[in-house]
């Protein structure tokens, strides 16, 4: 029987390398450090000396006054679209930092997707702060036709914004997807987005959440700028069935369900993609799709795969971060057990665990337990203690989940967020529920 080519994600990376006629490019002046991956989609990155560096995988530039130890990890701005409204325009991806000496990193540079061309004189861009009271847009800086740079005030979720200005050009990036399925015929979902990783990863994980399977196609960026308020369509040759028709351009990074066009074409055969300007006719982008593309997914999937199990063996190092340190703990306990832990967190345990959680338990609630902001402002709504807040978050959690509210589904959600206390205190729970 042949294998189905298993469902395949897009790496949530930055094309900071990008080459436009408009812009003028610095080349990379700054020290390149590669960063080691952890779970969850975060980076742990350690630097040696004070300098500026920066992450060969998100772009992100960091200014430090001496050794510093930097976890980060990208994030989604759906979850903070409610403070996101008119004239606030989304332009870059949106990070979580964390530093082991907060005061040591003076300042990072996020990486944002607009074309300043003539306006990067007068373009003033701010930051989006999203911290333990609600968010603060903080003025940037500095900014450079690739990054905008920000003065580190406290460290939370942060991504560059604008406020609204004519015209708002954006570099493209199509992102590319096919249903895999047992029909002959072929059908493609496809995104016209900023060049914003986070848009790109909520991307990913609206593929990944489909009752569809799918494979990723790499296509190159757009060869013209995309203008926010144009409308553009897609072509292809031969004819196909394409819905929407023609598609105005907007920022959907704060939207939850992402406009696509749909390509569909009966019989199997190599097809060219256009995008246009449906004003000037002017082709934005375009791409031939050959049969390759997606026939040979699986064996170049099996080489990645390979790749990664050695790139890890090449990785392990003596210097391994706290939250490693734990999970290595965490995988003790599952092997010595030889099951996994199911017993349901109690009101106690998740009470120890509340009164171990600091400030950040509005933004942990939002990004790792998936509660909305109405939710942490109903539970806010009622008189309690501030402990009784994070409990009741944490209830809603565990109830939400009900038979999966375990500690270790809590560790895994945590994981990276938590303080070391919390993830501690869920590794005993595991421990004692192991033992009996």
Not at 51 to 79: N, P
Not at 94 to 109: G, M
Not at 363 to 368: A, L, P, Q, T
């Amino acid at each position: 029987m042949k294998e189905e080519p298993p469902l395949h994600c897009v790496e949530s990376e930055v094309n900071t390398h990008r080459h436009c006629e408009r812009c003028k490019i610095p080349q990379n002046q700054h020290e390149q450090v590669a960063p080691r991956k952890l779970s969850r989609g975060r980076f742990w990155l350690k630097l040696d000396d004070e300098g500026i560096y920066q992450c060969t995988i998100t772009g992100l530039i960091f200014e430090v006054t001496k050794a510093a130890v930097i976890e980060y990890s990208l994030l989604s701005w759906t979850k903070y679209a409610a403070y996101l409204k008119d004239p606030w325009i989304v332009v870059g991806p949106i990070f979580d930092v964390k530093c082991k000496s907060p005061s040591v990193l003076t300042s990072i540079q996020f990486p944002h997707a607009l074309c300043l061309n003539d306006h990067s004189s007068d373009m003033t861009f701010n930051v989006f702060h999203f911290k333990s009271n609600g968010p603060e847009f903080e003025r940037s800086a500095d900014h450079s036709t690739t990054h905008v740079k920000w003065r580190v005030s406290s460290l939370s979720p942060v991504g560059p914004v604008i406020e609204k200005y004519d015209p708002v050009c954006y570099h493209g990036v199509v992102i590319l997807y096919k249903v895999v399925n047992d029909h002959p015929s072929l059908k493609f979902h496809v995104y016209v987005a900023g060049n914003n990783s986070s848009f790109i990863k909520d991307v990913s994980k609206t593929i990944q959440r489909s009752s569809n399977r799918f494979i990723k196609i790499e296509k190159p960026p757009c060869q013209k700028l995309l203008q926010v308020g144009k409308k553009y369509k897609l072509t292809s040759v031969p004819e196909a069935d394409i819905n929407p028709e023609e598609m105005e351009f907007v920022d959907d990074s704060t939207l939850a369900q992402k406009h696509f066009f749909e390509v569909y074409l009966e019989q199997p055969t190599e097809l060219v993609l256009s995008l246009m300007d449906v004003e000037s006719e002017e082709t934005v982008w375009k791409a031939k799709l050959r049969e390759c593309d997606w026939i040979l997914h699986n064996q170049n999937n099996n080489k990645q795969k390979r790749s990664t199990n050695s790139t890890r063996r090449r990785k392990s190092s003596t210097s391994l971060s706290e939250d490693e340190l734990c999970n290595k703990r965490l995988k003790a306990i599952n092997a010595s057990d030889g099951t996994k832990a199911s017993a349901v967190l109690t009101d106690q345990q998740l009470m120890i665990l509340a009164k171990k959680m600091g400030k950040n338990w509005k933004v942990i609630g939002i990004e790792c337990l998936s509660l909305s902001i109405e939710d942490i402002q109903q539970i806010e709504a009622k008189e309690e203690d501030v402990n009784m807040y994070k409990c009741m978050m944490l209830r809603k959690w565990r109830d939400s989940e009900q038979n999966n509210g375990t500690a270790r589904s809590l560790y895994d959600c945590l994981n990276g967020q938590a303080s070391h206390d919390v993830l501690e205190i869920l590794t005993g729970f595991l421990r004692a529920d192991a033992k009996s």
